[in-house]
Nanobody, 117 residues
Framework: QVQLVESGGGLVQPGGSLRLSCAAS????????MGWYRQAPGKQRELVAD?????????ADSVKGRFTISRDSAKNKNTVYLQMNSLKLEDTAVYYC?????????WGQGTQVTVSS
């Protein structure tokens, strides 16, 4: 089992910044992918960014140049961060942390990000 604990999120004005964190603990596989997805009201959940255990990154086109994903990896705890800059109204969504490793797939509980003036 892998437990995911998210933090960060909140309300920010357009052009502002937020940082999300997600700590994964438990049966962590050395080869894994951690990432962030988001779901806005009435829309499907979509990938925002992910990062492999070898630090290869992947971003949605809509966030390239504005968001940065990074991670810290320890034996039994991996933490992934999402630095979000130049936030736009359309970035408003519930953001979910995801861990994939050892043929298992785990999700965090979600954290709300609201961009509003």
């Amino acid at each position: 089992q892998v437990q995911l604990v998210e933090s960060g999120g909140g309300l920010v004005q357009p052009g502002g910044s937020l940082r999300l964190s997600c700590a994964a603990s438990g049966s962590i596989f050395s080869i894994n992918v951690m990432g962030w997805y988001r779901q806005a009201p009435g829309k499907q959940r979509e990938l925002v960014a992910d990062i492999t255990s070898s630090y290869s990154t992947n971003y949605a086109d809509s966030v390239k140049g504005r968001f940065t994903i990074s991670r810290d990896s320890a034996k039994n705890k991996n933490t992934v961060y999402l630095q979000m800059n130049s936030l736009k109204l359309e970035d408003t969504a519930v953001y979910y942390c995801n861990y994939r490793g050892g043929s298992k797939d785990y999700w965090g509980q979600g954290t709300q990000v609201t961009v509003s003036s």
